[in-house]
């Protein structure tokens, strides 16, 4: 009788942990874009938040590292040379999807980020000799290019610079998740080793592309006339920082937690949450005809993630991520939830 309380006490605690971790994964996951969405518009300097975002998420790894909560691979400059190209188009992912989120409503940035589905098929088969398609995934992928096209359609925000930083954003997302990251997996970096240098080489780069880019002159302006933080802005960038940090370890444990398919599942419940908060929130959001397309695109990519994951089929082992040894961090679900957010470790890692 004692074994058995014993066995339920530690079921119930395992069970609540897995629950919080989550929760707190699709709390911070279905925010995430709205967060950053709400600190672009009051803080409208985006190589700045960007860097800032790096800044906490390399210092949080740091700091946690040494507190002993997490391991992750010290910093050498052979492997950072090696990894500089990975962290050139990550920073690129991060930088053009600010933009896109200065520029353009957070249902643009799910329908652009929804169809590298799409694109990532089409390289690996062209590029990577990787098999067709199966019937079911070329249907997926058919239904999430309609929800795309009917959804610019009927854009009635539609603008060139939104919509070029959304090509942009595309193209960088695409080549990060097809060919940068099988590189950094060859590297034999951790997950957290992954999410350190990811960070800090991106922080290292932020005042170069802040000079290209001309943005280092409105700072200085600003800094100059007291205007940089104000009340809102501060609130907002921090938060959007904290966010930041959060769905990094949100999004490691919960893949330790619980199984591959139910991972992908709540990242697919996350989007919807996204939208809906969206469009509670504020007046920033599409149309209703502009949102049904939205939701084909979405519904594409649950097709889409049924045909290379086999949900509904056998239950899946639980997915155990160990952060001391692994070497992919997840790098064959990309986070699953549409938004990547290889936003598996794109969103995971900064924004």
């Given at each position: 009788?004692?074994?058995?309380?014993?066995?339920?006490?530690?079921?119930?605690?395992?069970?609540?942990?897995?629950?919080?971790?989550?929760?707190?994964?699709?709390?911070?996951?279905?925010?995430?874009?709205?967060?950053?969405?709400?600190?672009?518009?009051?803080?409208?300097?985006?190589?700045?938040?960007?860097?800032?975002?790096?800044?906490?998420?390399?210092?949080?790894?740091?700091?946690?590292?040494?507190?002993?909560?997490?391991?992750?691979?010290?910093?050498?400059?052979?492997?950072?040379?090696?990894?500089?190209?990975?962290?050139?188009?990550?920073?690129?992912?991060?930088?053009?999807?600010?933009?896109?989120?200065?520029?353009?409503?957070?249902?643009?940035?799910?329908?652009?980020?929804?169809?590298?589905?799409?694109?990532?098929?089409?390289?690996?088969?062209?590029?990577?000799?990787?098999?067709?398609?199966?019937?079911?995934?070329?249907?997926?992928?058919?239904?999430?290019?309609?929800?795309?096209?009917?959804?610019?359609?009927?854009?009635?925000?539609?603008?060139?610079?939104?919509?070029?930083?959304?090509?942009?954003?595309?193209?960088t997302i695409t080549t990060e998740m097809v060919y940068i990251k099988h590189m950094v997996m060859s590297l034999g970096l951790n997950t957290w080793g992954f999410v350190f240098y990811n960070n800090l080489?991106?922080?290292?780069?932020?005042?170069?592309?802040?000079?290209?880019?001309?943005?280092?002159?409105?700072?200085?302006?600003?800094?100059?006339?007291?205007?940089?933080?104000?009340?809102?802005?501060?609130?907002?960038?921090?938060?959007?920082?904290?966010?930041?940090?959060?769905?990094?370890?949100?999004?490691?444990?919960?893949?330790?937690?619980?199984?591959?398919?139910?991972?992908?599942?709540?990242?697919?419940?996350?989007?919807?949450?996204?939208?809906?908060?969206?469009?509670?929130?504020?007046?920033?959001?599409?149309?209703?005809?502009?949102?049904?397309?939205?939701?084909?695109?979405?519904?594409?990519?649950?097709?889409?993630?049924?045909?290379?994951?086999?949900?509904?089929?056998?239950?899946?082992?639980?997915?155990?991520l160990d952060t001391e040894s692994n070497k992919g961090g997840g790098e064959d679900d990309d986070d699953g939830d549409l938004t990547g957010e290889s936003d598996g470790l794109i969103k995971a890692t900064s924004i």
């Open positions: 009788m004692t074994m058995t309380w014993a066995r339920f006490d530690s079921w119930k605690q395992q069970y609540y942990t897995t629950s919080g971790v989550v929760v707190g994964y699709a709390v911070c996951s279905s925010l995430l874009a709205i967060i950053n969405k709400y600190a672009i518009t009051k803080f409208n300097y985006p190589g700045l938040l960007t860097a800032l975002q790096y800044l906490t998420s390399a210092l949080g790894v740091y700091v946690f590292g040494k507190l002993g909560f997490l391991h992750h691979d010290p910093f050498t400059l052979p492997t950072a040379k090696k990894f500089f190209p990975a962290a050139l188009v990550f920073y690129l992912a991060i930088f053009t999807n600010t933009n896109l989120l200065r520029h353009a409503n957070v249902d643009t940035f799910i329908v652009f980020r929804s169809l590298t589905p799409l694109l990532v098929a089409l390289a690996d088969t062209v590029f990577r000799s990787q098999p067709c398609p199966s019937n079911l995934t070329f249907l997926s992928l058919l239904v999430i290019l309609a929800g795309a096209f009917g959804y610019v359609a009927t854009d009635s925000a539609f603008t060139l610079t939104a919509y070029s930083w959304a090509f942009a954003y595309l193209i080489l991106s922080l290292m780069m932020a005042p170069f592309f802040s000079f290209v880019t001309g943005e280092n002159v409105e700072i200085i302006a600003a800094v100059r006339s007291g205007g940089l933080f104000d009340p809102a802005a501060f609130y907002a960038v921090s938060l959007s920082c904290l966010f930041g940090l959060l769905i990094s370890f949100f999004g490691f444990a919960a893949r330790r937690a619980v199984s591959a398919t139910a991972f992908t599942v709540t990242g697919v419940v996350n989007k919807f949450l996204t939208v809906a908060i969206n469009v509670l929130i504020w007046d920033k959001h599409a149309s209703p005809i502009g949102l049904v397309c939205l939701f084909f695109t979405i519904v594409g990519g649950i097709l889409y993630q049924q045909s290379v994951t086999g949900l509904g089929s056998a239950p899946a082992q639980p997915k155990q």
